[in-house]
């Protein structure tokens, strides 16, 4: 199938390496640009759900992950077309350095890929304090280092003296090296809050308007901005793509309850579009203060984020812990991811303190001082499931500090379901606890790329539903 060419201004600001300040600086050009009235969607690279939710808040538009592992180019094409549809410019925020990502011998998982992937011209964040003539050799090196990736401009970070600037000007155009699109000054950005690897999140600390000015000015000032937007226009087009057309026609109408608040935070964007295409409407609610679940909901879905931080008051919120308690054993649909797994299971040990929860798990779990797991994973089913018969594939991502004290395996009727493999080791391990109608994991899977896992989830919604009327 054909499509006509269509025209997305877009930038990728990659970092030469992780600590660059590359997500300072792509939330105070979001600033700026909507400072100058553009409209401007944003986008991560990695399964991130902290740097997306302020680049959501300072742009006030949705975020969206772009992930060349978890999921592939058709998909994140599709994406990328249709979002971006109504944008001025669309900017790209990297992960780590440039070339860093889920292989060491290839694009795969990188910023480099996504930028292949979406013909992207890249702006390279680079740490400058202490470099002169130096950052040509870096510059240099990284625009020949993969073929397919061509830097666009440069960004210096943490320049000093307006010299300093002028100085690596002359030394790129001397070298017939990318032109500075930048120069920010050393502790000319205002400090974000940040914890474990990266901020601290938008729903536990929103960057106030003062902030937003500052983040606005200080790129309006220091970095190019008519120059930058010029670069992004002269992205090569893109096919023209249908929209979303992997997802099926919505024919049936359920809805799902999803926890969201401070507590509970991490979920993907595309997954709640992807959901209301399958004919499923997201229903927030509050684990953390509401006293009770939404009304005339056919599933539950407990996503991730800090329940550890906030274990005592969701403790303390006895009647929510009940009503979720109950629809656990109603044999309705629940889903719940790492955070969501903590609140299932019977509490929280933290220092020798416990703080009771749902206890539909007959396991407690227990907070580390150091982390228990990061990165990529393949979950392949070993039993039926909600999302897939055995043998179904899916990929995703651990983050977590923390572990289950014991397996629930052969308990009360739970099962492992999940073969989960790490992808940087090749361990595999038992996972995916399951028990009839609910499924826990400490695994973030994307499955808003794996259509026919989300049919299959609200079909699962739709028939326990039906069978419920009919009961009546």
């Known amino acids: 199938m054909n499509f006509v060419g269509c025209d997305r201004p877009r930038l990728l600001i ?15 050009l979001v600033a700026a640009l909507r400072q100058r009235g553009l409209k401007v969607q944003t986008f991560k690279v990695g ?53 860093d990502g889920s292989s060491s011998d290839s694009l795969r998982g990188c910023s480099g890929e996504i930028a292949t992937w979406l013909k992207a011209p890249v702006a390279l964040v680079v740490n400058t304090h202490g470099m002169a003539r130096s950052i040509a050799a870096l510059v240099k090196g990284y625009n020949e280092f993969e073929s397919g990736v061509k830097l666009a401009g440069v960004l210096a970070n943490r320049c000093g003296s307006l010299s300093h600037v002028a100085l690596l000007e002359k030394v790129l155009k001397n070298s017939d090296q990318p032109p500075l699109l930048g120069a920010i000054r050393r502790d000319s950005l205002p400090v974000l809050p940040s914890r474990h690897l990266g901020l601290i999140s938008a729903e536990e600390h ?10 606005a000015d200080a790129a309006e000032t220091q970095i190019d901005i008519d120059l930058l937007l010029h670069t992004a226009q002269m992205a090569e087009p893109l096919p023209q793509q249908p929209a979303l057309s992997t997802f099926a026609e919505p024919v049936l109408k359920v809805r799902l309850a999803i926890a969201r608040d401070k507590a509970f935070q991490f979920y993907y964007a ?26 005339d909901i056919d599933g539950l879905y407990l996503g991730g984020g800090y329940p550890e931080v906030h274990a005592q008051v969701l403790s303390e919120n006895r009647t929510m812990l009940r009503a979720v308690s109950d629809f656990c054993a109603s044999g309705k649909p629940v889903y719940a991811e790492c955070g969501g797994l ?17 206890a539909t798990m007959p396991v407690w779990t ?12 393949e979950v392949t089913l070993e039993h039926d499931s909600l999302f897939g018969h ?30 989960l493999k ?51």
């Open 47 to 99: 399964p991130d759900y902290l740097d997306p939710s302020h680049l959501a808040h300072v742009s006030g538009r949705p975020c969206f992950n772009l992930d060349g592992w978890m999921t592939d180019k058709n998909y994140l094409e599709e994406l990328f077309v249709t979002v971006s549809a109504d944008a001025d410019i669309s900017l790209i925020e990297g992960v780590m350095g440039l070339f």
């Open 422 to 472: 790490q992808n940087r080791t090749g361990n595999c391990s038992a996972e995916g606890y399951q028990k009839e109608n609910i499924l826990a994991s400490y695994a973030h899977l994307h499955l808003a790329s794996r259509p026919k896992a989300l049919t299959r989830f609200v079909e699962h919604m739709k028939a326990t539903s039906d069978r419920r009327q009919n009961d009546k």
């Open 270 to 295: 595309d997954m709640f579009a992807a959901l209301e295409r399958q004919g499923c409407t997201p229903v927030p609610f509050s684990p953390l203060h509401d006293n009770c679940l939404p009304e």
């Open 342 to 358: 903590i609140y299932l299971s019977q509490g929280v040990v933290e220092e020798e303190q416990r703080f009771p929860l749902v």
């Open 206 to 215: 929103r960057l106030d308007e003062q902030t937003i000015v500052e983040l």
């Open 14 to 28: 990659a970092g030469a390496h992780s600590g660059v300040g590359k997500s300072s600086i792509t939330l105070a």
């Open 366 to 377: 227990k907070m580390l001082k150091k982390r228990k797991a990061l990165g990529y994973v």
């Open 390 to 419: 055995c043998g179904a594939s899916f990929r995703g991502h651990e983050f977590h500090y923390s572990e289950l004290i014991e397996a629930p395996t052969g308990q009360d009727g739970w099962q492992t379901v999940y073969r």
